[in-house]
C-alpha cells in the first residue's frame, strides 16, 4: 500500500505546521543574516569615504603655498653652555626633557639625536642577577 499523505504521529512526529515553522525560521535567519552583512559593508564603505575626505583635507593643508619667508637674522644667539647631570640619571630621560625643553623655546630646533655608549653590554639590576644566578646552577645531586 502506498502513503500519499504524511501521517502525523502523536509522540513527536513532525506536523505541517512543524515543518512550516522550521522553514520559515531558517529563511528569517539566513535573511537577517544577509541584512547585517549588507550593514555592516555599507558602514565599512562609509568609514573609507570619510578617511579619504580627511586625507584629502590634510593633503590639502600640506601642499597649500607657505607663507613667505622672513629674512634671517643677522648673527645666532652665542650657545649656551651644556647642563651638568647628576650622576644616576639615565641618558634616555635627560635625552627627554632636553627635548621637551627645546620643544618650547621659540625658533628651537633639533639638529640630531645620538645614542651614546653604554657603560657595560651586559649589566643588570639586582633582580635580573639573581634570576640569572637562580636559573643558571649547575644541577647537584
Not at 500519499?4 to 531558517?26: H, K, R, Y
Not at 651586559?122 to 643558571?136: E, H, I, P, V
Amino acid at each position: 500500500m502506498i502513503l500519499t499523505t504524511i501521517p502525523t504521529m502523536a509522540a513527536g512526529g513532525l506536523t505541517a505546521f512543524d515543518a512550516t515553522l522550521v522553514s520559515t525560521s531558517i529563511v528569517l535567519v539566513f535573511s537577517l543574516l544577509v541584512v547585517l552583512c549588507l550593514i555592516i559593508m555599507l558602514l565599512g564603505k562609509f568609514f573609507d569615504w570619510v578617511q579619504k575626505k580627511a586625507n584629502a583635507a590634510a593633503l590639502d593643508e600640506l601642499n597649500a603655498p607657505a607663507p613667505p619667508a622672513s629674512p634671517a637674522p643677522a648673527a645666532p644667539p652665542a650657545a649656551k653652555p651644556a647642563p651638568a647631570v647628576e650622576p644616576g640619571i639615565p641618558g634616555e630621560v635627560v635625552a627627554a626633557i632636553a627635548a621637551a625643553v627645546c620643544c618650547l623655546e621659540d625658533g628651537a630646533a633639533i639638529q640630531s639625536v645620538r645614542r651614546l655608549p653604554r657603560a657595560s653590554a651586559l649589566r643588570r639590576d639586582a633582580w635580573g642577577q639573581a634570576g640569572l644566578a637562580q636559573n643558571t646552577r649547575p644541577f647537584t645531586f
